[in-house]
Every structure is written in structure tokens, then in C-alpha cells.
């Protein structure tokens, strides 16, 4: 892999147009963790310009993190705190709010933040799904002013659960 993403670098220095800087740059070894605890020998060193590329265990391209294990458990650690975060703030707002203007919050704020490229990481475990089942499911308590939540619930604001949704996002892509 290693040698693989060398030569790609190769290509893609040799371009007018472009230069890499070498400051900037990481590379990963991408392979599930099994078969990186099987590897005996260690790769060469990647180097542009001279400069050693120093390998990251986790890197962040277009708002999700790609860990070196393929595994999602970093993205939906973060994404969790982040709609967390929104929770929170729809929290100490909700009583100046209308149940629409609620919902509103919610759609704008905590499932689009779901929604974005769940067809990429939704492959991920049960258990690295379960925080954020966990607070959608406060985020539609607070949308609704409730202490417990049903699946009738789920109806009356017309939001799927975090499960659904997800097969909803792929089916529609």
C-alpha cells in the first residue's frame, strides 16, 4: 500500500499545476486490525522533497474521519458529541419554541448532521451506533416535551428512528 500511494504521489507531483507540500502531508496504512497485527516487516518511510511523511492513525476528509483499522467507531464518536452539542442548545431553547419551530431545530441541526454521508459509515457496529440512537432519541424527548418516547411518538413528528433513517438514506441514494 505503501509503495501504492509512493507512486501515486510520484504522478501527482510530476503535474504543472500542482506541487505537494510535504509539511502538509500524511499518509495512512489502511487494513483492518487484524491484519495489521499480523505484519512483521515495517514499510519504508514515504518521503517528498526530501522530507519524511509522517503516517496518522486517523485523518478527516470532507467531515468524516477515516480511521487506519476501517472502522467507524472515531466518525461516530465525533458525530455523537456533535449532535450532543445541538441537543444541548435545543435543550435551553425549547420552551421559547413552538413544536414546529422545534422540529425545525431538530431537522436543520441534529439529522442533517446524521444524514451526511450515513451511506458511507452506517456499515459501522451496533455498538458504535448506540450514542447516537441514544441522543436522538433525548433530542425527539425534548422536541415533544416529554419524558418518554414511543413509537407512535416517532409518527406524530414524522422523524425516523436513527435505524430507519439509515436504510431510508440508502435506499433513497
Not at 510520484?10 to 486490525?33: A, E, V
Request: a positive charge.
Amino acid at each position: 500500500i505503501h509503495l501504492f500511494v509512493y507512486f501515486l504521489l510520484r504522478l501527482y507531483t510530476k503535474c504543472d499545476f500542482r506541487q505537494i507540500n510535504p509539511s502538509k502531508t500524511t499518509n495512512m496504512l489502511l487494513t483492518t486490525r487484524q491484519k495489521r497485527q499480523k505484519l512483521k516487516t515495517e514499510f519504508p518511510k514515504i518521503k517528498i522533497q526530501n522530507e519524511i511523511i509522517h503516517e496518522v492513525a486517523q485523518h478527516k476528509v470532507l467531515g468524516l474521519i477515516i480511521d487506519n483499522n476501517l472502522s467507524w467507531s472515531q466518525h461516530t464518536l465525533a458525530l455523537s458529541k456533535k449532535i450532543s452539542q445541538k441537543t444541548h442548545q435545543l435543550n435551553k431553547i425549547k420552551h421559547f419554541l413552538n413544536l414546529e419551530t422545534r422540529k425545525l431545530f431538530y431537522t436543520a441541526n441534529i439529522e442533517s448532521n446524521i444524514d451526511y454521508a450515513s451511506n458511507v459509515w452506517d456499515s459501522t457496529s451496533e455498538n458504535s451506533l448506540k450514542p447516537i440512537k441514544r441522543i436522538q432519541k433525548r433530542a425527539l424527548k425534548i422536541c415533544l416535551l416529554k419524558s418518554k418516547i414511543t413509537a407512535e411518538d416517532y409518527k406524530l413528528i414524522s422523524i425516523l428512528p436513527l435505524s430507519d433513517r439509515l436504510k431510508f438514506n440508502k435506499a433513497s441514494f
